[in-house]
T-cell receptor, first 114, second 114 residues
Framework: DQQVKQNSPSLSVQEGRISILNCDYT??????FLWYKKYPAEGPTFLIS?????DKNEDGRFTVFLNKSAKHLSLHIVPSQPGDSAVYFC?????????????FGKGTKLSVKP | GAGVSQSPRYKVTKRGQDVALRCDPI?????LYWYRQALGQGPEFLTY????????KSGLPNDRFSAERPEGSISTLTIQRTEQRDSAMYRC????????????FGPGTRLTVT
């Protein structure tokens, strides 16, 4: 059973609008969450993270929101740019596994159209 | 600066052969991680090291898989008696400090077992 779920395999957004990528998790012991971005033929690159003691973390155009009671987090990109087109992975840590063990979702492919 | 590198980038091998996949982490990074990624999935944790010590190998699927990092830098993931189900992208990541959640991924090795 997947502990980290990204239920939307793809998302298409117009340039300049907001992109919202969603992630749900089942393990209440997770204490740290990350978003990674992946371009074709490259490895995932770290984008932004949030500790479970916070409910929001902002870095430029990227904001991650965490709703612990709903076991849900989301990544907002405002404004979206064509260069943001990539696959976005949600990841979580601390769910009873070792600190190095990140649990990833399946990813959401974001397409930002000019 | 140089990122995480992996070699070979592509490996085709016949069933039953042994393969060794190499990871060269970012210089000075303490922790090194191995993941396996199937098509359409997120990376799946295999094992990780702090320096030369293997901290967690709970993700290795069976005893045909092993990893080492003898000098705390380069790591090798070895798969013995390969099977077709071992075909996947194998990704390595490193992080600068033990316990750091932010991992820097390499481009991966695409393994195909025929």
């Amino acid at each position: 059973d997947q502990q980290v779920k990204q239920n939307s395999p793809s998302l298409s957004v117009q340039e300049g609008r907001i992109s919202i990528l969603n992630c749900d998790y089942t393990n209440s012991m997770f204490d740290y969450f990350l978003w990674y971005k992946k371009y074709p033929a490259e490895g995932p690159t770290f984008l932004i993270s949030i500790s479970s003691i916070k409910d929001k973390n902002e870095d430029g155009r990227f904001t991650v929101f965490l709703n612990k009671s709903a076991k849900h987090l989301s990544l907002h990109i405002v404004p979206s740019q064509p260069g943001d087109s990539a696959v976005y992975f949600c990841a979580a840590s601390g769910g009873g596994g070792s600190q190095g063990n990140l649990i990833f979702g399946k990813g959401t492919k974001l397409s930002v159209k000019p | 600066g140089a990122g995480v590198s992996q070699s070979p980038r592509y490996k085709v091998t016949k069933r039953g052969q042994d393969v060794a996949l190499r990871c060269d982490p970012i210089s000075g990074h303490v922790s090194l991680y191995w993941y396996r990624q199937a098509l359409g999935q997120g990376p799946e944790f295999l094992t990780y090291f702090n320096y030369e010590a293997q901290q967690d190998k709970s993700g290795l699927p069976n005893d045909r898989f092993s990893a080492e990092r003898p000098e705390g830098s380069i790591s090798t993931l070895t798969i013995q008696r390969t099977e077709q189900r071992d075909s996947a992208m194998y990704r390595c990541a490193s992080s600068p400090r033990a316990g750091s959640y932010e991992q820097y991924f390499g481009p991966g090795t695409r393994l195909t077992v025929t």
